[in-house]
């Protein structure tokens, strides 16, 4: 995945497989091409803190997140996490817990 710009879903190593390459786009492009945001949901297995740290601006345009946080692979708590997005106008509740300590947690607008 090294500069690739995108990442695969596929295993490129499974026998027989070509891979699928999907173009990254920040969120501040895809809002470009949206008039109204409304909901935002990030499950990206880890990138959520990224998300919110680089582009806050594009995340205080929805009024609804749905987001799944996954502290394992971030290195960063679920706490610090929602404090940053509560930072930006909204009020967060715990969904529940996944596997492998993920927790699913809903946003609302202030």
């Known amino acids: 995945m090294r500069d690739s710009g995108g ?3 596929v295993s490129s190593t499974s026998p027989g497989n070509e891979g699928c390459w999907v173009p990254a786009v920040s969120l501040e492009s895809l809002l470009s091409e949206v008039r109204s945001p409304y909901l935002l949901k990030v499950d990206c ?6 998300l ?3 582009e806050p601006h594009a995340v205080e345009a929805f009024k609804y997140i ?16 929602i404090s940053s997005i509560e930072g930006l106008g ?3 509740r715990r969904l529940g817990v996944t596997v492998s ?6 946003c ?3």
Not at 45 to 50: K, V
Not at 66 to 81: A, C, D, F
Request: aromatic share 10%; charged share 25%; hydrophobic share 30%.
């Open 7 to 9: 990442f695969s879903t």
């Open 45 to 50: 297995e880890g990138c959520e803190a990224d």
């Open 52 to 54: 919110v740290s680089r």
């Open 66 to 81: 749905i987001l799944k946080s996954h502290p394992h692979v971030t290195g960063i708590p679920h706490e610090r996490l």
């Open 90 to 92: 909204f009020t967060c």
């Open 101 to 106: 300590d993920a927790t699913t947690f809903y």
């Open 108 to 110: 609302t607008k202030r």
